[in-house]
DNA sequence: TTGTGTTTTATTGCCTCC
DNA sequence: GGAGGCAATAAAACACAA
């Protein structure tokens, strides 16, 4: 895998110098036009970095292997296979900085960071498209976590929301049956008062008619109290039916449960009966 | 020391823009 | 058509457990 891009600064950029002192190089020329003589000079722009860099053994210059021991290190140059050099810690921290002002890569900055840091100016194109992918997956990351967050946000208040809604369910169903109870006792006592007080007063029979005017009232109450819980109840499971994301056995299972509050029977004994969709059933909107 | 997983550097091929 | 960007990928370098 030698592409002729592997002509930098370093063993394989000096075996292309040579190639390219032999009159071979004009094969391997590319966009970049790179090992060309003038970059190969320009390693004087190296001294300058080479004072900040803190001398990793790992990632030296070919330059400065060549410096100190030139016909060793040359020898040993000219029989080594191409191989990758990693930026030394301040190469990429000069990088870094310069990615966190600008992650696009201007060809006079390209030239520039190249002149400053000793590398090719297509090194520092290949660090910058490596960095911006490598930002990139962290911004997905980053996204996903964000998301992620405001799913269990929501799923936290769904499930709060449920526990509220059947709580105030028992309280309906308490208050109903007090009523039932409180109408029962009222209708035994009208109708025993209306056979004693089939001969009493006008006055008497008017406190009668208010009475069931009352007992009508509280009737109507109650039914009124029931249609709106069923209103609200019918609200939130369109809602819910609304989600394109269900399944058909989800939209199945609501719909069962929709029957149940169709016909309401309004008793404490049968509040479990309020199926709603658990956690793994109605609330799919994702799946992590 | 070695096997293995991860990170970094570099290449390739395709696409878009001027 | 050339330059540059991006995704996918290769391969070297590195880290680390066994």
Redesign the pocket.
Known sequence: ?A????F?G?AAGFNGILLQNQGLMSSFAT??AVGSPASFLASGSMVSFRGVNGGNK??RSFFQSVEENETDELEEYLHQ?E?????TADQ?QFLEKSFEVEN??E?ERKDQLAKELGLQP??I??????R???W?TKQLENDYEALRNKYDNLKADYINLLKEKDDLRAQVIQFTDKLLLKEKEKGELATSDIKELSDASPKENMIDQKVSAITLKQHEDLNSVKSDAFDSESLVQSSILDQSDLSQDEEENLSKNLVVHDHYPMTSSNLSCFGYPGEDQGFGFWSF
Do not use: V
């Open positions: 895998m592409g002729p891009e592997l930098y370093d966009k970049e790992s990632a296979p191989q990758k050099r990693r930026l990429l696009k890569l060809p297509r090194q194109a290949i660090w910058f498209q490596n911006r992918a490598r990139r």
